[in-house]
């Protein structure tokens, strides 16, 4: 059976909705892959996040075997890995960049149980403000669940287009931070239409909680990102901002600001 | 809705997977408990077990292996079945369940090939679309298959992504589902995978043991002593275990790929050399580093070249009502070559793991044992990869 709710932290997560509520604006939460292409860009490229506008920053901490993940956060994760990135090596980038902004760990349950039982009060520590688990749904591992749950983190849930509504209302229960819809049927990755069902679900998801709601898994351009702010609290971009880094922090601060712009407009 | 602890063997097994399956696997674990409950369900599949795959498959003796290892020898002929291995009992039993749920999309994935060449035979007997994926360093290794495969309509998709063995193709298999799940059946092809899959894939395959216990019975008038089979995800050794289970006089061995030597980092052999993680939807013994990242595996044999293992075998091991051993490369050609020239068999490389630990051994066994060796598939497949690496008496 699931586990207890989690423990609904006040931390900079939710304080940076809240602001953005005030304004009536809508999040800009922005992926990258943590040490890809290489250390030294990786910081650049958590600085152009920042300055380009993100709300939040999600770091993905590369695993070798990213089921939920598509082509380029599969290579990015690979190549992290290739230069010898770790859960550790993730955290003391953390503490050297320290954004200013709300990050949340991206990754999935193998690195995570490896890292040891202090695994998440080190990722608070080193300034981490949450944490998401791609492989570990709601009502899986109890145990671990509330391990999760019960750590400074806030734990932030996924709901998937394929989730029925009572799922849903217990998923939003056990999670705490904002809500991650996942915009269709598929793994992360570029995408030039968003799911027409996309509307309909976010609002079977609004009637079951009052956790903000962001949108990702296939959100790359300015107009994308537009579209879905207006349905949802916030909305994530992945695999375009890491194709970005790819190329440089140049590319990131462009993208991060045009994404931004549009979602302000 | 199932338990969480209806999903697990002792502490091993779960669903770890992305939210988006979740109600896929609900939904196939309720199709499963009620196709087994329906008794045409059974009835049907026992049918085409027989008139298609060929069951029940013989047990045979071994009387110049036997002579040469100093025990009774029996081999469960899973090399007989229709396409040449123990794979299809289940891939068969799956396009059923499939059929049932109204899907008509197959996805596999293969190592060796025997599994994706099973899930094609019945897609094409059925007339379902099938998509195998394979890694692109197997479809070299296991080229026969691949050809196979096409001759009977299945589109094999080339994995390039990590070790390009069967771990990637799996990973990749599984994303295909996340992506088409409304319309589309995963046929997984071992005892692996999030639940209900293990128990159902065990459940299937275990017409093995259920036959050879009541053959033994007839032949040897006798239970084996020792049940041996080799494991990759380990799906012939559960489908032969498991009528054995509750007799505890029987030992149950399991057999892994030593690869290089267990102590050269090359090698497949989870349960011994593992530490438990997870991967591919369930908690199981995994290779992996201090990180958590997954240590590529190897071994001669692609059916065997995958660093987890089903979770019931992690369950069998931690509570030490099976044996988990294990048998180099080397071992396993000879063992290939040894069953070829006394008992005119020649069985697939992961097969000849089983039989070469027997042989391995012989110390061990006294004059009054019986061993009964799940030969699990036939070896032409891998004849063109040990001649070309030399391997093969000229
Ligand atoms: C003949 C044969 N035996 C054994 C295996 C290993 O799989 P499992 O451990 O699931 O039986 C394979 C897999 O491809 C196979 O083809």
């Known amino acids: ?45 958590l600085r152009a996040l920042e300055d380009g506008g993100a709300d939040i920053i999600e770091l993905g901490v590369p695993f070798s075997d990213p089921i939920a993940d598509g082509p380029v956060i599969q290579a990015s994760s690979q190549q992290a890995l290739e230069k010898g990135m770790t859960y550790d090596g993730v ?34 520590d080193a300034g981490a403000s949450g944490i998401l688990v791609t492989d570990i749904p709601v009502g899986a591992d109890p145990a671990r669940e509330e391990w999760l749950g019960a750590s400074p983190l806030a734990f932030i849930r996924l709901v998937a287009p394929t989730t029925p509504g009572a799922r849903m209302a217990e998923i939003a229960r056990h999670g705490s931070g904002f809500v991650y819809l996942i915009s269709r049927l598929g793994v992360t990755g570029v995408q030039q239409t968003t799911a027409a069902s996309l509307p309909e679900t976010i609002q079977r998801l609004r009637s079951t909680t009052t956790l903000p709601i962001c949108v990702g898994f296939g959100i790359s351009t300015p107009e994308q990102a537009r579209s879905v702010g207006k349905l949802a609290d916030g909305v994530v971009v992945g695999s375009a901002l890491v194709s970005a880094a790819e190329h440089g922090p140049e590319d990131v601060l462009k993208l991060t600001r045009s994404l931004r712009e549009a979602l302000d407009d | 809705m199932a338990t969480e602890t209806h999903h697990r063997f002792g502490a091993f097994g779960g669903q770890y997977v992305p939210e988006t399956l979740i109600p896929a696997l609900d939904e196939l674990d309720a199709a499963f408990a009620q196709a087994i409950r329906d008794p045409e369900f059974q009835r049907e599949l026992d049918r085409l077990l027989k008139e298609y795959v060929g069951r ?86 296991q080229e026969l298959n691949v050809y196979r495969m096409r001759l009977m309509g299945a589109k094999v998709v080339p994995v390039l992504s990590g070790t390009r063995t069967l771990k990637d193709a799996t990973s990749e298999a599984i994303r295909d589902w996340v992506t088409n799940v409304n319309d589309s059946y995963y046929i997984i092809g071992s005892v692996v995978g999030p639940a209900p899959y293990p128990r159902m ?80 939807g369930s908690l199981s013994y995994l290779l992996q580093d201090e990180s958590g990242q997954v240590h590529p595996a190897h071994s001669i044999s692609a059916g065997l070249d995958y660093p987890g293992v089903g979770p019931e075998h992690s369950y069998l091991k931690e509570t030490g009502r099976a044996l988990y051993v294990s048998v180099t490369d080397d071992e396993a050609v000879e063992g290939l070559g040894m069953l070829g020239r006394l008992e005119g068999i020649i069985p697939a490389l992961e097969t000849s793991h089983a039989v070469a630990w027997v042989v391995k051994e012989k110390e061990r066994w006294n004059k009054g044992d019986a061993v009964l060796i799940c030969i699990s598939g036939r070896g032409d497949k891998d004849l063109a990869q040990i001649t070309e690496m030399g391997l093969l008496p000229a």
Do not use: W
């Open chain 2, 56 to 141: 029940p498959s013989p047990l045979s003796t071994a009387p110049r292996l036997s002579q040469a290892v100093g025990c009774d020898v029996y081999l469960k002929r899973e090399d007989l079945n229709h396409t040449g291995a123990h794979k299809i009992n289940s891939a068969l039993a799956q396009a059923l369940l499939a059929q049932r749920m109204g899907k008509r999309r197959i996805i596999a994935e293969t190592g060796a090939g025997q599994h994706g060449v099973a899930t094609a035979t019945v897609c094409a007997r059925f007339g379902l679309d099938c998509t195998v994926y394979m890694g692109e360093e197997d479809m070299r290794r």
């Open chain 1, 1 to 45: 059976m699931a586990s207890p709710p989690a423990t609904t932290s006040s931390n900079s997560i939710t304080r940076r909705f809240d602001a953005l509520k005030k304004e009536s604006r809508r999040a800009l939460v922005c992926y990258v892959t943590a040490g890809h292409p290489d250390v030294g860009r990786s910081l650049e490229t």
């Open chain 2, 201 to 280: 894939v065990r459940d299937f395959q275990s017409v093995i043991g259920r036959e050879a216990k009541a053959q033994m019975l007839e032949t040897a008038g006798r239970a084996p002593s020792s049940v041996v089979a080799c494991v990759g995800g380990g799906s012939n050794a559960m489908g032969i275990f498991h009528a054995f289970v509750p007799d505890l006089a029987v030992e149950l061995v399991g057999v892994e790929a030593a690869g290089r030597g267990l102590d050269s980092g090359e090698h497949s052999a989870s349960l011994q050399r593992g530490v438990p993680g997870v991967l591919h």
């Open chain 1, 91 to 124: 955290l003391a980038l953390l503490e050297r960049a320290k954004p200013r902004v709300p990050v949340v760990l991206f990754s999935y349950l193998n690195p995570i149980l490896a890292a040891g039982p202090d695994a998440l009060t080190r990722a608070a």
